[in-house]
C-alpha cells in the first residue's frame, strides 16, 4: 500500500507519551489515541476493521493510483534514491553483522507490495528465487506482473489480504521479509501479532532476517496520526517496544540521510528472533 511519507508534525512534546494528529488535535498518551480512533483491547474485531482498516482502504482506493508516483504518494522521485539505499543497507548487514544470510536460500517477501516497486527494484536484483508480494489492494495487485515485467513476475506469487489478516504459507521460509511505509496503517496489537507470525516464517539459523522500513516522527513526538488515510507515525522509540514485544531484537539499524527535509525520518531495521 502507498503512504503518507511528508513531515507536518507540531512542536516538540514534554510528555513522553504525547502526539498529535493532522487536525491539530493533542494527545497525551498513545491509549488516549488509540480510544479516540475507536481500539481498545476490548474492542471487537469488526469495528477496527471498519473504523480503521476500511477507512484506509477506502482513502487509497480515491487518491492511489496504480503508479510509482501513486504508491509513494506523490514521491517518485525518491524512489531510486530509496532502492539504493535500502540495496546499501543489505550489503552492510551481510557483510558487518550476518555472514550466514544468502537470498538465494530462501524466499523473499514484499509486505505492503502495491505495484511491487520493491520486489522489482530490489528484491528480485538480489538473485531472490521466489518472491510473495503481499498487498491489501487488489487494483494495485493487479497491475503488479505488467509492473514487474514477464521474466521477473513469473518468479513471484501474488496475496491480496491486508498485513494484519496475512499469515505466511505453511511450509514458506523466507531468507527476507521486507516491510517499508505499511506498519504506519496497523494497530498496535496487528503490528506485534504480525511481525511474530513473520518471525516464524524465517530460515533458521540466523539464515533468514525481516527489515523494518517506516517513518518516524520528528520534534519529540511519540506519534502523529493522519486522520485522513487512517495511519499513525510512530517514534523510533515506540517502534522499537513493538519489536521486542513480538520476540525480535535490531541486528542492524541505520538512516536513509538523503531524503529530502520535508520527508519523516526513515529507519531501516534488520531484526531476528530474540
Known amino acids: 500500500m502507498s503512504t503518507s511519507i511528508t513531515n507536518n508534525s507540531a512542536s516538540a512534546k514534554k510528555d513522553p507519551e504525547a502526539g498529535s494528529d493532522s487536525t491539530g488535535r493533542q494527545y497525551t498518551s498513545i491509549a488516549e489515541m488509540w480510544n479516540a480512533q475507536g481500539v481498545s483491547a476490548d474492542t471487537p474485531r469488526s469495528h477496527i476493521q471498519q473504523v480503521w482498516y476500511d477507512k484506509a482502504a477506502d482513502w487509497y482506493e480515491e487518491n492511489c493510483p496504480a503508479t510509482v508516483d501513486g504508491v509513494l504518494g ?38 505492503g507490495a502495491g505495484i511491487g516497486r520493491v520486489t522489482k527494484g530490489l528484491l528480485l536484483q538480489l538473485g531472490v528465487t521466489q518472491v510473495d508480494l503481499v498487498e491489501s489492494s487488489s487494483r494495485l495487485l493487479c497491475e503488479s506482473p505488467e509492473y514487474i515485467g514477464e521474466e521477473g513476475a513469473a518468479k513471484c506469487k501474488f496475496y491480496c489480504s491486508g498485513l494484519q489478516d496475512w499469515t505466511p504459507p505453511s511450509g514458506r521460509y523466507y ?16 503490528v506485534i501479532c504480525f511481525l511474530k507470525r513473520c518471525a516464524d516464517a524465517l530460515l533458521p539459523n540466523g539464515k533468514g532476517v525481516i527489515v523494518v522500513k517506516e517513518n518516524t516522527t520528528a520534534d519529540g513526538e511519540t506519534f502523529v496520526v493522519d486522520n485522513d488515510d487512517a495511519s499513525v507515525c510512530r517514534s523510533l522509540s515506540y517502534w522499537l ?15 536513509q540521510t538523503d531524503f529530502p527535509k520535508d520527508i519523516f525520518p526513515v529507519p531501516m531495521l534488520a531484526l531476528t528472533k530474540q
Open 175 to 190: 531468507s527476507i521479509i521486507w516491510i517499508q511505509w505499511v506498519l504506519i496503517y496497523l494497530t498496535d496489537d496487528d
Open 74 to 111: 506523490g514521491f517518485a522521485s525518491i524512489s531510486e534514491i530509496d532502492l539504493k539505499g535500502s540495496c546499501e543497507f543489505l550489503h552492510e548487514l551481510q557483510k558487518q553483522q550476518q555472514p550466514t544470510l544468502d537470498w538465494t536460500l530462501g524466499a523473499g517477501c514484499e509486505c
Open 241 to 255: 517496544k513493538l519489536i521486542e514485544k513480538a520476540g525480535l531484537k535490531v541486528v542492524y539499524q541505520k538512516m
